[in-house]
């Protein structure tokens, strides 16, 4: 499985955009990049997915670099309620679709 | 959007028994689901992929005779943790993802199991 690498943690304040960075030197073309985000004693949530091409959601965008061998979720406003682990992951389709965490990034956002 | 119910979403139980967890897509059909286990202060570990009409693929390390999964449905599967003792306490969560759809993975609320 290809690997991430993801700062353990960062923080943020309140109603300030965060960029939260991921890198994946080693994706191979049929990998998705994957981010989603924990809260304790929660499941994961999805947060967002691409492949290519910068992606948009209701929660988040997602930045890819021109190479994919890197990535950046922006939250455009931090809230209290984003404070969580983010997760960046690489899922290979050939590889079963499994999505296999690795460490991930612990965001506080301050008041 | 979609949802994945699991159940129960705590236990506990006694050195020796059997417990069983459940995974239900509730507005969706999943083909595969998949489980994951969580100690305090770590990342999910990916146990097996549970494949609807067959047998599960299990990730290296993971004993297969302890935690049996059934996936009997396009809708539900079951992890059993098979003669439970204390290191098998942890927080199990299941997810799954549509057959059809761009969606990322839904992922169920996490079961606690504690053995005692």
């Known amino acids: 499985d290809a690997k991430t690498t993801q700062p353990n943690s960062m923080e943020s304040n309140e109603e300030e955009p965060v960029h939260l960075p991921c890198n994946h030197s080693?994706?191979?073309?049929?990998?998705?990049i994957h981010w989603y985000r924990q809260l304790p004693s929660q499941g994961p949530e999805y947060v967002i997915h691409?492949?290519?091409s910068n992606v948009n959601n209701r929660m988040a965008s997602l930045a890819i670099a021109e190479d994919r061998k890197s990535s950046t979720l922006i939250l455009h406003r931090a809230t209290l309620r984003d404070a969580a682990v983010y997760y960046c992951?690489?899922?290979?389709?050939?590889?079963?679709?499994?999505?296999?965490f690795g460490a991930g990034t612990i965001l506080r956002v301050k008041s | 959007g979609a949802v994945v119910s699991q159940h129960p979403s705590w236990v506990i139980c006694k050195s020796g028994t059997s417990v069983k967890i459940e995974c239900r897509s509730l507005?969706?059909?999943?083909?595969?689901m998949f489980w994951y286990r969580q100690f305090p202060k770590q990342s999910l570990m990916l146990m097996a992929t549970?494949?609807?009409?067959?047998?599960?693929?299990?990730e290296q390390g993971v004993e297969k005779d302890k935690f049996l999964i059934n996936h009997a449905s396009l809708t539900l599967s079951t992890l059993t943790v098979t003669s439970a003792h204390p290191e098998d306490s942890s927080f199990y969560i299941c997810?799954?993802?549509?057959?059809?759809?761009?969606?990322?993975?839904?992922f169920g609320s996490g079961t606690r199991l504690t053995v005692v």
């Open positions: 997810s799954a993802r549509r057959d059809r759809g761009r969606e990322g993975y839904t």
């Open positions: 080693t994706i191979s073309g049929t990998d998705y």
């Open positions: 691409g492949l290519t």
């Open positions: 992951i690489l899922r290979d389709v050939r590889g079963g679709n499994k999505l296999v």
């Open positions: 507005d969706f059909q999943a083909t595969t």
């Open positions: 549970s494949n609807e009409g067959s047998k599960a693929t299990y």
